[in-house]
T-cell receptor, first 111, second 114 residues
Framework: QKEVEQNSGPLSVPEGAIASLNCTYSDRVSQSFFWYRQYSGKSPELIMSIYSNGDKEDGRFTAQLNKASQYVSLLIRDSQPSDSATYLCAVIGTGRRALTFGSGTRLQVQP | NAGVTQTPKFQVLKTGQSMTLQCAQDMNHNSMYWYRQDPGMGLRLIYYSASEGTTDKGEVPNGYNVSRLNKREFSLRLESAAPSQTSVYFC?????????????FGPGTRLTVL
């Protein structure tokens, strides 16, 4: 079982819709969770971090964390074609000093 | 501030050749990392340096060596390149290795080993 699992996609949504990206992790003691966006040929850039159960909102982005279910998600409201990218879920567990990444979900927003 | 810089941007090697990938950061960060990214596999940690003077192996260290030259610079060396090392290599840095710190990534080096 991979430590961090994501559906590879592509996830295709129409412009203006809500895109929902999901991630599960296997290390129950993981404490910090991140969503990175990566455009083709570019480096990852952080869009959200979340550390406690519940929702965290930042503009059009909402991260949701459920530690009991070992599940973290990212909602993108009013999706735009410029949101088309690969979204990487990353986790840091207790005692670890580096990120463990999922393989990413490719999002396509159709104009 | 340039952030995290990497050189070269592209490199083609023949099997058995050696090379060093360079990484530098100007954010006064303590911790630096080397990842590789292969298609469909996300990023995997090769080596990291929690602070100047220390280095530790990550998930996929075989075939690589690293040097934390000073606080700013962290290099990755391939002593005898193999086709399996064809990948995109990213360097990253963060203020401390604490779990809440954001990692900042460099632009990447695309390496092809023939």
């Amino acid at each position: 079982q991979k430590e961090v699992e994501q559906n590879s996609g592509p996830l295709s949504v129409p412009e203006g819709a809500i895109a929902s990206l999901n991630c599960t992790y296997s290390d129950r003691v993981s404490q910090s969770f991140f969503w990175y966006r990566q455009y083709s040929g570019k480096s990852p850039e952080l869009i959200m971090s979340i550390y406690s159960n519940g929702d965290k909102e930042d503009g059009r982005f909402t991260a949701q964390l459920n530690k009991a279910s070992q599940y973290v998600s990212l909602l993108i409201r009013d999706s735009q074609p410029s949101d088309s990218a690969t979204y990487l879920c990353a986790v840091i567990g207790t005692g670890r000093r580096a990120l463990t990444f999922g393989s990413g979900t490719r999002l396509q927003v159709q104009p | 501030n340039a952030g995290v810089t990497q050189t070269p941007k592209f490199q083609v090697l023949k099997t058995g050749q050696s090379m060093t990938l360079q990484c530098a950061q100007d954010m006064n960060h303590n911790s630096m990392y080397w990842y590789r990214q292969d298609p469909g596999m996300g990023l995997r940690l090769i080596y990291y340096s929690a602070s100047e003077g220390t280095t530790d192996k990550g998930e996929v260290p075989n075939g690589y060596n690293v040097s934390r030259l000073n606080k700013r610079e962290f290099s990755l060396r391939l002593e005898s390149a193999a086709p399996s090392q064809t990948s995109v290599y990213f360097c990253a840095s963060t203020g401390t290795p604490q779990t809440t710190d954001t990692q900042y990534f460099g632009p990447g080096t695309r390496l092809t080993v023939l």
